[in-house]
């Protein structure tokens, strides 16, 4: 009992032997271990998605939204002072200030070339705004705005993804909790096999107690098995399900959300942890459900 | 070895043992007798650990059986050779594999090279690779008997050990017993071969218990 762990060691193949195999419920259960790493390698890819959704558009929203203020020249300056004065007094913004000419002929050089006479241009001046934590009112800001500076027009194109940022949020929980079910769905599975194992073999199990075996020495018979097969099923599994995230389409490099489902770098390393992890929830469903059994026998 | 203090035993029925009291001294040699459904077979499972009795103590190498673990019963077991009544083999397993099981359980494989040995002296030298549901009743129950003394254990529990045999092959493991006895076990038989016990009496000091009206008594000499 020190190591629980010892048990899966190869070195006692006779416990196996004793135990008669079982060919119908070792079946099911490789396939039920197989079937539930493919659905849990998506949940993963699913989820690990989202994630990076989620940060992507969170980070873009903590950019900055632009004031576009087109006047006429003689009235240019007052209405960017208004706005400025507007923002100022506007909650929900952190800090706004006027782009300087150098910054704007910065902005369009790479369009236009270095020689664009910017100052004989009608070019509009340009209020980079920084959103504050708590965010502002988009639509109350645009309506105070149109009255102050009528030349002036808010371009907060970031925003819409807001909500966007929140579902990919979602999105990425409901996939972790996904592969919560998914496990607890297999210890089940197991569970139940385990127990069809064990009834089948009532007799078996008796002789053994007889004949002076231990519960923890019959336990293994079954614990190994089990355990073995939910390896091998779930190895099985994650890596069919894996070669289908790898082949899947990547058409759209600009981040389309269901071409961006798989898995990236070091995260392709993360579905190897399956096959192991339901390698551990065969062990301690099998074991619980053996020594329940035994329980009930002298 | 072995002791019964008082004990009395029910399924859930009416009481089936009562004012039970005996005590296996070692290398002392018994007979347990009694019209079928006595409860010959409830004794013999009370002194291995199968059953706890429904009141008094049996005590089993100085242990009651009540304060040992399942652990305990196991390691009990080891020193307690049983041949059940109905043999209870591994049926997918060969004839050598299941006399043997008492070591692979206990995880001393390495000695199953007395196995040979110990099939040759009960007669089945040729039949070790044989599946149990493809031997005579007397083949089993010799096996039977190989399995419970593999382990060199103090006690013999045997229950209906000539049950299937003809009077040749019965007279021949009542030797097997003997030899056994001699050897310094205890021995302790369940049957209602009264010729049987007559033969065992010629050759060894046996004194038989005698389950009447839910009681176990001493029978004289009117055998
Ligand atoms: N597991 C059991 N549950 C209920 N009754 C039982 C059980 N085993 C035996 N009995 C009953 O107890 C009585 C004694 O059985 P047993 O000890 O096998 O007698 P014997 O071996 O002397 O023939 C019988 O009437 C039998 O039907
Ligand atoms: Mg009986």
Known sequence: MQNPFAMLMPSDRHSDRVVPPSGFTAQLTLFSAAAMAFLAVFALALSLASGRLADRWQDALDGTATIRISAPPEQMETQVAAVLALLSTTPGIASSRALSAEEQRALLEPWFGPDLPVDALPLPRLIEVTEGPEGYDGEGLRQRLTAEAPGAVLDDHTRWRRPLALAADRLRLLGLLSLVLIAGTMGAMITLAANAALSANLQVIRVLRLVGAKDSYIARAFVRRFTLRALSGAAIGTVVAMLGVALLPRADEAGGFLTGLGFQGVGWLLPLILPPLAAIVAFAATRFAAFRTLRGLT | MIAFDNVAYNYGGGELLSEVSLRLAPGSFHFLTGP???????????????????????????????????????????????????????????????????????????????????????????????????????????????????????????????????????????????????????????????????????QVAARVLRIKNRRVQLAGADL
């Open chain 2, 36 to 202: 079928s459904g006595a409860g010959k077979t409830t004794l013999l499972k009370l002194a291995y650990a199968e059953l706890k009795p429904t009141s008094g103590r049996v005590t089993i190498f100085d242990r009651e059986v009540r304060s040992l673990s399942r652990d305990d019963i196991a390691m009990t077991r080891r020193r307690i050779g049983v041949v059940h009544q109905d043999c209870q083999f591994l049926d997918h397993l060969p004839l050598a594999a299941n006399v043997s099981l008492p070591l692979t359980v206990a995880g001393r494989t390495g000695e199953a090279r007395d196995l040979t040995d110990l099939l040759g002296w009960v007669g089945l030298g040729a039949l070790g690779d044989a599946l149990p549901p493809q031997l005579s009743g007397g083949e089993r129950q010799r096996a039977a008997l190989a399995r419970a003394i593999i382990m060199g254990p103090d006690v013999l529990l045997a229950d209906e050990p000539t049950g299937n045999l003809d009077w040749e092959l019965s007279l021949r493991l009542l030797s097997l017993l003997v030899e056994l006895n001699r050897m310094g076990k205890t021995i302790l038989i369940a049957t209602h071969d009264l010729n049987l016990i007559r033969q065992a009496k010629a």
